[in-house]
Structures are given as C-alpha cells and as structure tokens.
C-alpha cells in the first residue's frame, strides 16, 4: 500500500509527464489572462461606427450629426439611403443606425412630433445598449438647444424657458464604477468563466489519464478516497494560484477598486473549484469515456458568463435556464466578488454565499455510489480477462 506521500508524487508525475496537462496550469491560463486584458484595456469602448442616414438635410440635422461626432463613443458614417445602413449593421461594419427624417426641422418648428429613427444590433449586448443611450443623450442635448431657441423667440424668460426643458432635474452618482470602465465590469467575470472552465479540464484531464492508460484497477486497489484526495490536494493549490494571479493583477497591478479584502475571495474560489471538482467528479464515474467526458463537461461550464447575471438579468431567464445556472459553481462565486469587491461586505454576508454551495453535496452520496459500481465492474471484467487466459 502507497503511503499518501507516495499518492502526491504519484499525480505529480503524472502532471509532469503530461505535457498538455502541464500546459494548461502554467503558460495557457497566462496567456489568456492577458490577451483579456489587452483586449479590455482601453476601458471604454471609443469610436464605434454608427451609420447616420439625414434625410432633411437641414441646419438642425447637421447640427444634430454635430452633437453626435462630439461623443466620444459615436463615430457617424453617413449613408444615401436606409437601406444601405442597414445592410452596413447586418454586415457589422456599423453597430447602428440614426435616420434623420424629412422635413424634421420644420415639423419641430410647427409643433409636430418628428420620429428619429434609431435602430442598434441586441445581439453585442454592451455596445449595443451603450450606443442606444449615448445616441439618445446627444440628440437630446441637440434637441434641446433647438427648444430653448424656439421658447426665447417667442418671448419666454431665460429662467422660465430652462424650467420648461427641464422641469425635472436629476443628479446620478454612481456607487460602483463611478468611470464605467469596462475593465472594472467584464474583465473578471470573464475571467472568472476561463479559469473555471481550465479547472474543469484539468481535473477531467487527471481523471482521464486513468482511463487512457488503463489504471482504473491500480486506483482502487491504491483507494479510491486517497487517490482522490491527492488528486484534490495537487491541483486545488494550482489553480487557486491561478486564481490568486488574477486577483493580483486585477486588484494591485492595475488597481481596479477594490472594496473588501483578499482573503475572503480566496476562501469562496476554494469552495467553488471543490464544487466543480464534485460536478467533473459525478460526470467521469457516470459516463467512463475520456471524450464524452470534456465533451459534457465543456458544455455544462461553456455558457458560465451569461449565467453570471452581469450582463442579462437572471431572472428573466427561462426556469431550465435557472436551473441549470444553479449549477454552475461560478454562479455562486460571482455574487461573493461583487459583494467583496464593490461593497466591502461583512463576513456574516460571505458566510450566507457560502451555503448556497450546500446543493453539490448531495452528489457526494452519487459518487460514492457511481465509484463503487465502476470498481465492480473494473473488477468483473479483470476476472473475466485472466479466467480466458488460463483458458
């Protein structure tokens, strides 16, 4: 019998003997944390392309392109027709579209409502909503100018007039992201989904390898507990590290605010990854085939962003959606980062998160029994192997 030593230098071998394995806890999760990065950090998206279609072709149209071009965003790019600007969006060459109608300034002029059309591509979620309401607030800022004008020419009080515009003023401070750098909101939830999906594959990878070189049998006569926990013991402090990195680079590196402490988001990414190591656990004894099992677990974690909630409200999901989002460990990772992150909360809070995991303990009794069937049947099919030899 292995001593539990002689277990740990067992996997340690094998992680070293395993290129692809080794691969995937050094320069892989490296390069994709800073190609991430490189690719979030500018921190706000900047001259986008918006096709602009005026059909007055008027002073107030112009000067409503004007207001327009002056956002920081918006980067107008003029079409003859509609139809045009519509198929630049569909090809993606612009993410949206302002038509400018006929006759707008003179229907402002004689009391008619105008209707601008402005049209954006739902499907890229962000730029879509960010160019939705910047478009709006420049030709609101333009539209309002010319209100203000047209009120002064028929003899309203400055004061007066600014009152009617806006007779409701409001005042938005933001609690979090006061900037609304994109860095600060995308850049570790989508981190969050790689490092739990390069979890996944390591740990499937270390259970496959036993499948691959036909070590099923060694592993239980070594204890399938105690091999198990020093598969656990290896490949948990590695990826928290991974983990810790990006953290690290997050939060002091590039100095993303930061709220509460490290401590406690190291803790919740310690429960999570046990709580996919369960998941990768119940799939590799319940389907015993090293393909099925990345190919399944791959689709279970793959759609680990969108189920964060950080982008779409969870619960407008369907119910399968909801369920299936419970599921996934990141799931309930996310809600400990932001609270720690952006509010500094009590540990009595964190505490509360961590018993949402309570769920993948009742695959632990799962397991126990997929292991024990497969023992069987690894046992069966040895006899029956060494009763045809002596045949």
């Known amino acids: 019998m292995m001593s539990f030593r002689q277990l740990l230098q067992r996997e340690l071998n094998a992680l070293w003997h395993e290129p692809w394995q080794l691969a995937l806890i050094s320069y892989i999760p490296l390069i994709g944390i800073f190609s991430l990065w490189w690719l979030f950090n500018a921190g706000l998206p900047r001259e986008l392309p918006v096709a602009i279609v005026d059909q007055d072709k008027s002073q107030l149209s112009r000067m409503l392109v004007r207001q327009l071009q002056a956002n920081a965003v918006i980067s107008p790019i003029h079409y003859q027709d509609v139809g045009s600007a519509k198929a630049s969006m569909e090809k993606a060459e612009t993410y949206a579209v302002v038509v400018l109608p006929f006759q707008l300034n003179r229907d402002l002029l004689t009391g008619h409502q105008p209707i601008i059309d402005i049209r954006y591509n739902a499907q890229y979620l962000l730029v879509g909503k960010l160019l939705s309401s910047q478009i709006q607030l420049s030709l609101a800022d333009g539209l309002k100018h010319k209100a203000l004008i ?52 390591v740990f499937a990878n270390s259970l496959n ?14 204890g399938t507990r105690r091999v198990l926990f020093a598969k656990i013991l290896v490949y948990t402090p590695l990826i928290v590290l991974q983990g810790r990195l990006i953290l690290t680079l997050l939060y002091q590196y ?57 982008t779409f409200p969870t619960q407008e999901m369907p119910l399968l959606a909801q369920w299936w989002r419970l599921l996934m460990p990141s799931s309930h990772y996310i809600d400990t980062h932001v609270g720690v992150v952006s509010y500094g909360q009590s540990f009595s809070a964190f505490t509360q998160q961590i018993v949402s995991y309570w769920g993948f303990l009742f695959l632990i009794p799962i397991i126990v029994f997929l292991a024990r069937k497969v023992k069987r049947d690894t046992q069966v099919v040895l006899s029956k192997t060494q009763c045809s030899e002596v045949n």
């Open 209 to 222: 390898r036993e499948l691959r070189l036909n070590t099923l049998q060694e592993w239980f006569s070594l």
């Open 150 to 201: 047209k009120q002064l020419a028929s003899g309203v009080p400055m004061a007066q007039a600014k009152v009617n515009i806006n007779p409701v003023q409001t005042q938005i401070s933001a609690l979090y992201n006061a900037n609304s750098n994109y860095i600060v909101f995308l850049l570790p939830p989508v981190l969050l989904a790689l490092g739990q999906l390069l979890a996944m594959l």
């Open 254 to 310: 590039l100095g993303l605010p930061l709220a509460g402490q490290f401590g406690q988001l190291l803790l919740a990414q310690v429960v999570m990854l046990l709580a996919v190591w369960l998941l990768v656990l119940t799939i590799f004894f319940l389907l015993q085939d090293s393909a099925r099992v990345i190919s399944f677990c791959t689709a279970l974690f793959a759609p680990a962003f969108p189920f964060m909630g950080i």
